[in-house]
Nanobody, 119 residues
């Protein structure tokens, strides 16, 4: 089992920055990808970014490309999401999730952290 705990959310003005962290514990050697997802009120959960755990290669949603950066520290089993030039439409609960070796799904996921961007 892998357990995930996010931190770093909060309230920020438009144009500001926040960094989210997600610490993994348990069977971390089984992690293949780590991803960030978000869900705004009344909307479906959407993909934000992911990173291949071993190689560090990254993928981003078009809506955040150039503004958000995903990174990881394998020694700390932690993945980060640096968010810059934040917009009110970035307001959502942000979740990290792990795609384990042999799985096509992102499961487990963390409890989520609220990000609110004021205009």
């Amino acid at each position: 089992q892998v357990q995930l705990v996010e931190s770093g959310g909060g309230l920020v003005q438009a144009g500001g920055s926040l960094r989210l962290s997600c610490a993994a514990s348990g069977r971390t050697l089984s992690i293949y990808y780590m991803g960030w997802f978000r869900q705004a009120p009344g909307k479906e959960r959407e993909f934000v970014a992911n990173i291949k755990w071993s190689a560090g290669t990254t993928t981003y949603a078009d809506s955040v490309k150039g503004r958000f950066t995903i990174s990881r520290d394998t020694a700390k089993n932690t993945v980060y999401l640096q968010m810059s030039s934040l917009k009110p439409e970035d307001t959502a609960v942000y979740y990290c999730a792990a795609r384990l070796v042999g799985s096509l799904r992102y499961d487990p996921r963390g409890q989520g952290t609220q990000v609110t961007v004021s205009s």
